[in-house]
């Protein structure tokens, strides 16, 4: 089966390292075999969820955009920078409102049923995000994510891409490639 993957990046920001590190993970998933889509960066731009927000107004129109892609991907591909050893506040966020329901019968957690996911990360420190990643799975395990075992974060980032967003580092792009093509067979199993 040829699984169908939705990449996001856990940060908005122009010039963010980790939607440089996206573009160039979902690349090497479609060389794997995988269809992708790379959600655009500001995608993620919801308001600050507050459930009588949500009661007053319902689910935000952006939010049910991201929903809907969700749904019609077998699984995630996440690039998520480091805040204060944690993900940043704007993935957190868009993770807490995709999980609620947009209808009465709407099952429970939809957006992430039966969904996989590959977390990787981008930074300019030496830990390269990696105390991000390690709390992003425990959140996704939490809501029945099956998340890769296999994770990769990028330390020294600022060096670690060309001009074009591409991967300077011989085995950088060769662990990545490993770590992508073994996720692209996961996922297709699963999905």
Same mark, same amino acid.
């Given at each position: 089966?040829?699984?169908?993957?939705?990449?996001?990046?856990?940060?908005?920001?122009?010039?963010?390292?980790?939607?440089?590190?996206?573009?160039?993970?979902?690349?090497?998933?479609?060389?794997?075999?995988?269809?992708?889509?790379?959600?655009?960066?500001?995608?993620?731009?919801?308001?600050?969820?507050?459930?009588?927000?949500?009661?007053?107004?319902?689910?935000?129109?952006?939010?049910?955009?991201?929903?809907?892609?969700?749904?019609?991907?077998?699984?995630?591909?996440?690039?998520?920078?480091?805040?204060?050893?944690?993900?940043?506040?704007?993935?957190?966020?868009?993770?807490?409102?995709?999980?609620?329901?947009?209808?009465?019968?709407?099952?429970?957690?939809?957006?992430?049923?039966?969904?996989?996911?590959?977390?990787?990360?981008?930074?300019?420190?030496?830990?390269?995000?990696?105390?991000?990643?390690?709390?992003?799975? !425990?959140?996704?395990?939490?809501?029945?994510?099956?998340?890769?075992?296999?994770?990769?974060?990028?330390? !020294?980032?600022?060096?670690?891409?060309?001009?074009?967003?591409?991967?300077? !580092?011989?085995?950088?792009?060769?662990?990545?490639?490993?770590?992508?093509?073994?996720?692209?067979?996961?996922?297709?199993?699963?999905?």
């Amino acid at each position: 089966m040829t699984p169908k993957l939705l990449a996001l990046a856990g940060s908005s920001r122009d010039g963010s390292l980790n939607f440089t590190l996206l573009k160039a993970v979902a690349e090497m998933a479609r060389t794997a075999g995988a269809e992708v889509t790379v959600v655009d960066q500001s995608a993620l731009e919801f308001p600050l969820f507050n459930q009588d927000l949500e009661a007053r107004d319902g689910l935000p129109p952006e939010v049910k955009e991201l929903k809907a892609l969700m749904l019609a991907h077998d699984g995630l591909i996440i690039a998520s920078p480091e805040y204060n050893s944690s993900i940043t506040p704007l993935l957190k966020n868009a993770i807490d409102w995709c999980s609620r329901p947009s209808s009465d019968d709407e099952e429970s957690m939809a957006a992430y049923r039966d969904k996989t996911a590959l977390l990787v990360s981008a930074s300019p420190g030496g830990f390269g995000g990696m105390r991000a990643l390690n709390h992003l799975r !425990d959140i996704l395990l939490n809501i029945r994510v099956a998340v890769y075992p296999k994770m990769h974060s990028v330390g !020294d980032a600022y060096s670690a891409f060309g001009q074009n967003g591409e991967i300077t !580092d011989h085995e950088t792009q060769r662990r990545l490639v490993s770590l992508v093509t073994g996720y692209v067979e996961f996922a297709g199993k699963l999905g």
